[in-house]
């Protein structure tokens, strides 16, 4: 059974850090594309940020420069650093594995799964 289990959200003020890490059973991230999304209330799922099998990271133009994907393989775990916040990233922010049947690069949400229940990040200004 495959599971993620996202973490480390809270509150911060606007311009502070966070990270968020997501622990995974029953896949290993080492060999996996995955991403990073987050939704707003009464907004839709946004990508943020992803990586390919073979660590190829990407990220969303508005998080460029600030957020960044690592992972340690030894803990089959991924992280999410977030730096210089700003309220309006306000948001539940969700790990998942990319389709196995998908060999493209995307950020459609349609082709992720085995979505955790995500962590909230709060950014106050």
């Known amino acids: 059974q495959v599971q993620l289990v996202e973490s480390g959200g809270g509150l911060v003020q606007a311009g502070g850090s966070l990270r968020l890490s997501c622990a995974a059973s029953?896949?290993?991230?080492?060999?996996?594309?995955m991403a990073w999304f987050r939704q707003a209330p009464g907004k839709e799922r946004e990508f943020v940020a992803r990586?390919?099998?073979?660590?190829?990271?990407g990220s969303a133009d508005s998080v460029k420069g600030r957020f960044t994907m690592s992972r340690d393989n030894s803990k089959n775990t991924v992280y999410l650093e977030m730096n210089s916040l700003k309220p309006e990233e306000t948001a539940v922010y969700y790990c998942a594995f990319q389709k196995a049947n998908i060999v493209r690069l995307t950020t459609s949400p349609k082709d992720y799964e085995y979505w955790g229940q995500g962590t909230q990040v709060t950014v106050s200004s």
């Open positions: 990586s390919t099998r073979s660590w190829a990271t």
């Open positions: 029953g896949r290993t991230v080492s060999n996996s594309a």
